[in-house]
């Protein structure tokens, strides 16, 4: 009704020329067959798509793909609950354990976290292209396709990247090992035992109970206390058996914060005064146990009266100390003292 009224208008207004009505009417005819095809076009689109997720190829390669995905995931368990327990059972059991045991263990901790690490990320690489293969039967354009993925993520996950470099950095030069009492400088400024060494993170507990993740790439120093505990000896001078004795019996107050509670190495006795050499060692990053602590408990053990002095407090780890004794050099004396014909 609307197109010849408006044919009928311009008849009336033009004098009788048709030329501009049925060019409209050709434009009106031509938008309507775009949008037929357009939407006979999307019909066949959806309708293909449908006929493809019912057909029976797309069925069998979602059931081979869910089987890769389920023999993917049982390796994955195989692999990291049977490794660690093969290297745990070849480790044994030693009642006693020196240094070089314990820096074993811990290199075999870490071997553990690496391999369940470097599993997780093989075997989701691996299952991706097995499926990806079932779906695509030309693998060409799949490992094109791939190639480009891995290129855009490449760039825009450079931090990721950055996170496993660092972790390999840190597990190839030895930096610290899980089990290992480790301090991250700032900004982080964490300090705790080093629980799970991955590529990508670091997960620290701290001795408050925190357990802290923190990425590879972000930090920016270690300090590794390699012994896993500082040792304190301290002096006392007392000029009483009384005061002595308070404070030897004092020693074993709160001794479960301690990984040495405090004990007495020695006692001597000169010019009426009692010298008594006590022992302790605490956590790393928990020296004001002794230092503020033990000290305190100490004088007021002992009483103002008999005590002769500000109790002493060494911190020295004498493996350590002969360390840098022998890198020191040596004085001609004590060289020419040292040689087999120095008492000739």
Known sequence: MLIPLVALIQTETTGGDTSGIEGAADAVGDAGRDTITVFRAVNEFFSDAL??????VFI??????????????????????????????????????DEEAVARIKRQDTAIALIRNALRYVVFVIVVLFVLSIFVRNPLPATAGA???AAVLGFGAQSFLRDIIAGFSIIFEGQYAVGDFIHISPPQGVSGVVEELGLRMTRIRALSGEVHYV?????????????GEQRFTLEVQLSSSEAARRVVDSLGEASGLYLRPPRLVGREEADGRILLRVLAGVLPSMDWLVEENLVARIKAAAGEDALEAEPLIYKVDQASLEQIRSLMPKDREEAEGASPGAGS
């Not at 006929?51 to 029976?56: A, E, F, H, K």
């Not at 990425?215 to 390699?226: E, F, L, S």
Request: net charge positive; proline share 3%; no cysteine.
């Open 51 to 56: 006929g493809y997720l019912l057909s029976t």
């Open 60 to 97: 069998s390669n979602v059931l081979a793909s869910l089987v890769v995905v389920a023999l993917g995931v049982l390796v994955y368990r195989v692999l990291t609950h049977g490794v660690p327990r093969v290297l745990r059972w070849r480790r044994g059991r030693q009642e006693f354990l």
């Open 147 to 149: 190639t480009l993925l």
């Open 215 to 227: 990425p590879n790439g972000m930090i920016q120093g270690v300090t590794n206390y390699v012994s």
